[in-house]
């Protein structure tokens, strides 16, 4: 038996590759209030802790009266184009299947929007292997708060000890950490420093190295 057999994904950043939807949807509404679009790049940066604070952020202070109708342009144009860029990150698939064979089962804890994340794992062919997603309006608290990670280990009848909190950024590594629950920080999302700099118990560059520390519970060296 491997040594985690319940992992839990982050979804944008960890599981798909959503930054470019984001940010497409981010500049829709910057130039529906009259306010210049942004460089991708920056907007990326801002990702992870829900929609009103990636859209604070892009605000800055000097807008920050326009957050109400910033969210009410984005969140409809944002749901309307959840797919039409964002993808699985390369190398998943066979893990995920390798893993599936193994017994590993799987889970998504993010802090977007239940429906819409529910939306993106079906729209990529998933379905059937995340049936347990806590999105970031599921419970009433958002990562880093550890309920949604405590819901899915219950839910799962899996301990916390066999559990894996998979994240690209700190605030995954902290939830898992608030929750008892190991954790793998991935280097290929949009906060690698946030996550390096970060207490993850291991850190990975490409997603074939989940398959060992899944089923040995080694800590790989740190990067």
């Known amino acids: 038996m491997n040594a985690f057999t319940h992992v839990v994904f982050d979804l944008d950043g960890t599981l798909v590759d959503t930054k470019d939807d984001l940010a497409d949807a981010v500049n829709v509404t910057l130039r529906a209030l009259g306010l210049p679009p942004q460089d991708r790049r920056t907007?990326?940066?801002?990702?992870?802790?829900?929609?009103?604070?990636?859209?604070?952020?892009?605000?800055?202070?000097?807008?920050?009266?326009?957050?109400?109708?910033?969210?009410?342009?984005?969140m409809p144009w944002y749901r309307a184009h959840l797919l039409d860029r964002s993808a699985l990150y390369p190398g998943l698939v066979p893990v995920l299947e390798s893993l599936a064979e193994e017994g590993t089962v799987f889970s998504v804890l993010t802090n977007k929007p239940e429906d819409m994340s529910r939306a993106i794992v079906h729209g990529l062919g998933l379905a059937a292997r995340f049936p347990r997603i806590v999105g970031g309006d599921s419970l009433g608290a958002k990562k880093p708060d550890p309920s949604g990670l405590l819901r899915l280990v219950e839910d799962v009848a899996v301990p916390a000890a066999r559990t894996l909190m998979v994240g690209d950024s700190a605030i995954d590594v902290t939830t898992g950490r608030n929750a008892g629950v190991a954790t793998c920080g991935v280097l290929w999302g949009f906060s690698g420093p946030s996550v390096r700099d970060s207490a993850a118990d291991v850190l990975i560059a490409v997603p074939e190295e989940l398959l060992g520390v899944c089923r040995d519970g080694v800590v790989a060296e740190r990067r």
């Open 43 to 74: 907007l990326w940066g801002y990702v992870g802790h829900g929609a009103r604070v990636l859209l604070e952020r892009a605000l800055g202070a000097e807008h920050a009266h326009l957050l109400e109708p910033a969210v009410a342009i984005f």
